[in-house]
């Protein structure tokens, strides 16, 4: 079978599935975000986050997530995530625990920690 050209195959537990390729913008690369994360200071720790105040930072321009009991502001992330924003912000102001393991779940979120 033949796929379009803006398509790609992924496994999913297992399964073949399609999905969208999103272009990456000029500047926008994993390349990219690796370099910013190395001039960027590491961020403090914080006070556990409640649920109240987790869905409080569900917007494009306020975005924090849950993976595996870890807090995640992934507002600066957002336009360099290579699928898309649009799949990044399904877990915005929510437990994206399990949408991340069934992409990435060879590693834990703190692989991508800033």
Same mark, same amino acid.
């Given at each position: 079978? *033949?796929?379009?050209?803006? %398509? ?6 297992? *399964? ?9 913008? +000029?500047?926008? !690369?994993?390349?990219? =975000?690796?370099?910013?994360? %190395?001039?960027? @200071?590491?961020?403090?720790?914080? @006070?556990?986050? /409640?649920?109240? %105040?987790?869905? &409080?930072?569900? /917007?494009? *321009?306020? &975005? =924090?997530?849950? #993976? ?5 502001? #992934? ?6 995530? +290579? !699928? ?13 625990? *399990? ?9 834990? !979120?703190?692989?991508? &920690?800033?």
């Amino acid at each position: 079978m *033949e796929l379009e050209s803006d %398509e790609s195959k992924i496994m999913i537990k297992g *399964e073949v599935s399609k999905r969208k390729k999103v272009p990456i913008q +000029p500047g926008f !690369g994993p390349l990219d =975000w690796m370099r910013l994360c %190395e001039r960027s @200071p590491k961020p403090k720790p914080r @006070p556990p986050v /409640t649920l109240e %105040e987790l869905k &409080a930072h569900g /917007t494009p *321009e306020d &975005a =924090w997530t849950v #993976i595996h009991g870890h807090v995640f502001n #992934i507002t600066p992330y957002l336009r360099y995530h +290579p !699928g898309g924003q649009a799949e990044l912000l399904r877990v915005a102001g929510k437990d994206g625990s *399990e949408l991340f393991s069934n992409y990435l779940g060879f590693c834990s !979120g703190l692989t991508f &920690a800033r």
